[in-house]
């Protein structure tokens, strides 16, 4: 009499069972195809020649924050980051105040940080151990002022560098 209840009782329970997992997939599944897309890790950076020991402006990848009040700040200090031959990829504002100039990247002591804060007076550095090696600018409301007497290369003691990539690399299609 037990066995025959249990296998009465043993094929609802186990399609119960099997359809708690369903609905567990199913949220599982929907929760996991509406998450937005994670970003892609930043690329490392690639060891790079300095003929003669000379970092040129044209090796070192810069962005451009404005944090002040001031419009259009960024994109002045980009323009004449551009006309000294720096490869500026962005300029836009952050929502981080800044008061004065700070130059941010992997390492304060880092060449193409040191590089870039020589084209501005009264810039800080700030360190973050980036992997890229850009080199992101900060300018706010008590903007010290471009050096335009910087020189167009910084020498270094060392025959390569480790920068970010010259040449772009391709970006996987969405969709596709």
Do not use: H
Request: charged residues 20%; glycine residues 10%; proline residues 7%.
């Amino acid at each position: 009499m037990i066995g025959r209840i249990f296998r009465v009782v043993r094929t609802p329970v186990t399609l119960l069972i099997l359809f708690g997992v369903l609905l567990y997939g199913a949220w599982w599944g929907y929760n996991n195809i509406i998450k937005p897309v994670p970003p892609l890790p930043p690329e490392p950076c690639v060891e790079q020649s300095v003929p003669q020991g000379e970092l040129r402006a044209s090796q070192v990848v810069i962005k451009v924050y404005n944090g002040g009040d001031r419009k259009g700040l960024a994109a002045d200090v980009g323009r004449s980051l551009r006309n000294e031959g720096f490869r500026v990829v962005q300029t836009t504002n952050t929502v981080e105040k800044i008061q004065k100039t700070v130059i941010v990247g992997a390492d304060a002591n880092n060449p193409e940080v040191l590089f870039v804060k020589s084209f501005f007076k009264e810039a800080t550095v700030r360190a973050d151990q980036r992997v890229d090696r850009t080199v992101d600018v900060l300018v706010g409301n008590k903007y010290g002022g471009f050096n335009k007497n910087a020189k167009a290369t910084y020498q270094i003691n060392a025959e390569t560098v480790c920068l970010p990539s010259q040449t772009p690399t391709a970006t996987p299609a969405l969709g596709g």
